[in-house]
């Protein structure tokens, strides 16, 4: 493998401080396998900064088995087909933990090639750090010991945007459902038609579309307009959100937004005013952490040069997890055990400054605190370079936001 061609294999990439490895250990690898390039790049390159600032404050503490755990960096370009090349890469440069976060579509490969890798190489073992492929099939009927999700779902997402925009009075009586037609978009779907009894709301109708192919929202406006709804809620991201919201705005649609993914970076830059009013569900609000988001904040922005947004928090909050669960796995042979490391990752719990945060055994599904919060500006903290930013209106504990481990998640732990 040509470790000089960044898009086709990896980079080492060197974080904290150096030490001298003694040429009988073998370093702990983890393998970024994420959407580095392309069009969809820039949601990779936010797991990427977070993925690297978790990794050189492990490495600031001392590493693992008194070395520096090694990021090694791999360009899925954006598919699953690409994902599924690079994690052999991944195996064959001896990664241990791979970690990914950027679609669902390339979660679901990445967690089945490495559940297939495991059964075929005993001894060799890969687990998968999922810090952001929100799919509920992933810890349902999906699910593998290997697994483990840092980030929401669909579920948890609604339950608890329904609770804030609620409190916020916000959220009406009629909800139009509006979402991209495949695993992610179908699962807000049931999510919003699930918790309509507890936020007082009917669906007056609903919509699956194509996924970023849809270049003129106007018609799907038109039929949100004839619904009569109050609130369209939609886990639509990029493209598929902001055209949907210009839309909105050309048309004089006065329905409000309950959204998941509005905090994305340049989110509030392109869609201007009309983001004003609109709320959104995250894992991270600065506004709503005290002295402890502060100072998070400040420490992030110190060291990759931008405050922590959009997925990179909930990334760190799994690679701390990361590093405690290496803490309690002690080296065999001078290597790391990953069915061990996996067992101390299942029990594993960090404090945040939204809350504790802890993994459940059930499913491996992330146990997190999240925060509903509206667009205005009476932020705090600005984002986009305007002068709107998110202003916290709830925010749930982990225990509050939870829902249920799915029953056809049957987990086998090996032994």
């Given at each position: 493998?040509?470790?000089?061609?960044?898009?086709?294999?990896?980079?080492?990439?060197?974080?904290?401080?150096?030490w001298?490895?003694?040429?009988?250990?073998?370093?702990?690898?983890?393998?970024?396998?994420?959407?580095?390039?392309?069009?969809?790049?820039?949601?990779?390159?936010?797991?990427?900064?977070?993925?690297?600032?978790?990794?050189?404050?492990?490495?600031?503490?001392?590493?693992?088995?008194g070395?520096?755990?090694?990021?090694?960096?791999?360009?899925?370009?954006?598919?699953?087909?690409?994902?599924?090349?690079?994690?052999?890469?991944?195996?064959?440069?001896?990664?241990?933990?791979?970690?990914?976060?950027?679609?669902?579509?390339?979660?679901?490969?990445?967690?089945?090639?490495?559940?297939?890798?495991?059964?075929?190489?005993?001894?060799?073992?890969?687990?998968?750090?999922?810090?952001?492929?929100?799919?509920?099939?992933?810890?349902?009927?999906?699910?593998?010991?290997?697994?483990?999700?840092?980030?929401?779902?669909?579920?948890?997402?609604?339950?608890?945007?329904?609770?804030?925009?609620?409190?916020?009075?916000a959220l009406?009586?009629?909800?139009?459902?509006i979402?991209?037609?495949?695993?992610?978009?179908?699962d807000?779907?049931?999510?919003?038609?699930?918790?309509?009894k507890?936020?007082?709301?009917?669906?007056?109708?609903?919509?699956?579309?194509?996924?970023?192919?849809?270049?003129?929202?106007?018609?799907?406006?038109?039929?949100?307009a004839?619904?009569?709804?109050?609130?369209?809620?939609?886990?639509?991201?990029?493209?598929?959100?902001?055209?949907?919201?210009?839309?909105?705005?050309?048309?004089g649609?006065?329905?409000?937004?309950?959204?998941?993914?509005?905090?994305?970076?340049?989110?509030?830059?392109?869609?201007?005013?009309?983001?004003?009013?609109n709320?959104v569900?995250?894992?991270?609000?600065a506004?709503?952490?005290?002295?402890?988001?502060?100072?998070?904040?400040?420490?992030?922005?110190?060291?990759?040069?931008?405050?922590?947004?959009?997925?990179?928090?909930?990334?760190?909050?799994?690679?701390?997890?990361?590093?405690?669960?290496?803490?309690?796995?002690?080296?065999?042979?001078?290597?790391?055990?990953?069915?061990?490391?996996?067992?101390?990752l299942e029990n594993?719990?960090?404090?945040?400054?939204?809350?504790?945060?802890?993994?459940?055994?059930?499913?491996?599904?992330?146990?997190?605190?999240?925060?509903?919060?509206?667009?205005?500006?009476?932020?705090?903290?600005?984002?986009?370079?305007?002068?709107?930013?998110?202003?916290?209106?709830?925010?749930?504990?982990?225990?509050?936001?939870?829902?249920?481990?799915?029953?056809?998640?049957?987990?086998?732990?090996?032994?």
């Amino acid at each position: 493998m040509n470790k000089l061609d960044l898009s086709a294999a990896a980079v080492v990439v060197a974080l904290g401080t150096c030490w001298a490895i003694p040429a009988a250990a073998a370093p702990v690898k983890i393998g970024l396998v994420e959407t580095l390039s392309g069009p969809q790049a820039s949601t990779g390159l936010s797991y990427r900064a977070a993925v690297r600032y978790a990794i050189d404050q492990i490495n600031a503490a001392g590493g693992w088995n008194g070395e520096p755990v090694q990021l090694v960096e791999y360009d899925n370009q954006g598919g699953p087909a690409g994902a599924a090349d690079k994690l052999k890469a991944a195996a064959a440069d001896g990664v241990q933990i791979v970690v990914q976060g950027a679609s669902s579509a390339i979660g679901g490969q990445i967690t089945e090639d490495v559940r297939k890798h495991n059964l075929r190489n005993p001894g060799k073992e890969m687990v998968y750090i999922n810090v952001g492929a929100e799919a509920l099939e992933l810890t349902g009927e999906k699910c593998n010991f290997y697994h483990f999700r840092f980030a929401g779902n669909a579920q948890v997402r609604v339950k608890a945007l329904v609770e804030g925009m609620k409190k916020a009075n916000a959220l009406g009586t009629k909800v139009y459902a509006i979402n991209q037609n495949y695993s992610w978009g179908q699962d807000m779907q049931q999510a919003i038609l699930d918790n309509a009894k507890a936020g007082g709301y009917t669906v007056v109708d609903k919509t699956l579309h194509d996924v970023n192919k849809i270049q003129d929202f106007a018609p799907y406006v038109a039929k949100i307009a004839a619904s009569g709804a109050d609130t369209v809620l939609t886990g639509n991201w990029s493209n598929d959100l902001l055209l949907l919201m210009k839309a909105s705005k050309a048309a004089g649609l006065k329905a409000r937004y309950g959204t998941v993914y509005l905090d994305q970076p340049g989110n509030l830059a392109n869609a201007g005013d009309l983001a004003a009013g609109n709320f959104v569900v995250h894992t991270f609000n600065a506004e709503a952490g005290g002295a402890d988001a502060q100072q998070f904040v400040e420490d992030y922005k110190a060291k990759t040069g931008h405050i922590p947004v959009f997925v990179e928090p909930q990334t760190v909050y799994g690679m701390k997890m990361v590093g405690e669960a290496l803490k309690r796995t002690p080296a065999q042979n001078g290597t790391l055990n990953v069915n061990e490391f996996a067992k101390a990752l299942e029990n594993a719990r960090i404090p945040t400054p939204m809350g504790e945060m802890s993994m459940r055994a059930a499913d491996h599904q992330a146990q997190l605190p999240l925060v509903v919060s509206t667009v205005t500006a009476d932020a705090k903290y600005k984002v986009d370079g305007t002068e709107l930013g998110f202003k916290p209106v709830m925010l749930l504990s982990a225990q509050e936001s939870s829902t249920p481990a799915p029953s056809t998640c049957k987990m086998k732990r090996p032994g």
